[in-house]
């Protein structure tokens, strides 16, 4: 069964190991726990779950929430939600990321994970959804698009999407 969990500061090695997959930087897509031991790590959870209640928040920074993807109990990817859209993210990334496991892509977990992202930025009462895509990254495009998302303008570099 595919369904979402919120990062909690008792998440284990499971995902843990599934951050060190995933590089530090795909397509603008920044997982900040690659290359970290699992004391850091574990650190690193703390900091995360106190940024998702817009605590101890860095100078600029906006509320944002990481969520895992599971497949019944294996973690195959995980998705970030910032509150508010900032000049930045309305430039690069937008305010929904995600990326999913080298071992688990190509098997449509991004198309369920966006969707999922989706549902809670609406319960989070997130106003507004942007979503920005480098044009060398056609399956994030693919993934956007059949989540519904409308396509508001593109620049020599990437694509813009919004959502209902
Ligand atoms: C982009 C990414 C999230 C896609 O994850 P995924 O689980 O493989 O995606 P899905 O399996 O849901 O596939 C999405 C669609 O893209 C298509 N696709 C996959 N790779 C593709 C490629 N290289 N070129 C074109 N389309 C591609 C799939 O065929 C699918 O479309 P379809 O169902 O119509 O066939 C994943 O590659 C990833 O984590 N990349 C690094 C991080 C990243 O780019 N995040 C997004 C930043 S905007």
Same mark, same amino acid.
């Given at each position: 069964m595919?369904?979402?969990?919120?990062l909690s500061i008792k998440d284990d090695y499971k995902v843990y190991e599934m951050l060190q997959?995933?590089?530090s930087c795909e397509n603008e897509f920044?997982?900040?726990a690659h290359g970290i031991s699992y004391?850091?790590?574990l650190e690193w959870l703390k900091i995360q779950d106190?940024?998702?209640?817009?605590?101890?928040?860095?100078?600029?920074y906006v509320p944002q929430t990481i969520f895992w993807?599971?497949? !019944?109990?294996?973690?195959? &990817?995980? +998705?970030?939600i910032r509150h508010r859209l900032t000049n930045y993210s309305r430039e690069i990334g937008g305010n929904i990321g995600y990326a999913i !496991?080298?071992?688990?892509? &190509?098997? +449509?977990?991004?198309?369920?994970?966006?969707?999922?992202?989706?549902?809670?930025?609406?319960?989070?009462?997130?106003?507004?959804i942007l979503l920005s895509v480098e044009k060398y990254n056609p399956a994030s495009k693919n993934v956007i698009e059949k989540n519904g998302g409308k396509m508001i303008s593109e620049n020599e570099y990437r694509w813009y999407f919004s959502f209902d």
């Open positions: 595919i369904k979402l969990e919120q997959r995933i590089g920044k997982n900040t004391e850091e790590y106190d940024w998702s209640r817009g605590e101890n928040l860095p100078k600029d993807l599971f497949d !019944d109990d294996v973690p195959v &990817g995980f +998705g970030k !496991d080298p071992y688990y892509r &190509g098997k +449509g977990y991004a198309t369920k994970l966006l969707a999922l992202l989706i549902d809670k930025a609406k319960e989070l009462k997130v106003n507004e």
